[in-house]
């Protein structure tokens, strides 16, 4: 998947409002970032790089592996693979809004 698809498909996930009353950002590295940003009504979803109450560090192979249900996001914190900076409630929080 492009870094445009991961975030178009997080755009119809989350909706007008991710519930979170929160911003986080997916650290793809050099392949950019994906942000939600739900203290905005409708909530935004984009690609800015921008400060955010918690930062998901993760690979865009690893996320996508999580995303497709392959790889557990619990195992995936525990081996390093994905990594939480900032509000860890709020990593937390994301399985509602894609489970």
């Known amino acids: 998947m492009t870094l445009e698809e991961i ?3 997080m755009r119809e996930r989350v909706g007008a409002n991710a ?3 929160k911003s ?3 650290d793809f ?3 950019g970032t994906v942000r939600i940003d739900d203290t905005a009504s409708p909530a935004i979803v984009d690609n800015e790089d921008v400060a955010t109450d ?3 560090k ?3 192979d690893d996320f996508e592996s999580i995303a497709a249900g392959d790889t557990n996001a619990q ?3 525990m081996q390093g693979k994905l990594k939480v900076e ?3 409630s709020v990593a937390m929080q994301l399985g509602k809004v894609f489970g």
Do not use: H, P, Y
């Open 7 to 9: 975030t178009q498909n």
């Open 19 to 21: 519930d979170l009353n």
């Open 24 to 26: 986080v950002k997916f």
């Open 29 to 31: 590295g050099d392949e």
């Open 54 to 56: 918690c930062t998901i």
């Open 58 to 60: 993760v690979s865009k």
């Open 75 to 77: 195992m995936a914190f």
């Open 86 to 88: 900032g509000d860890m």
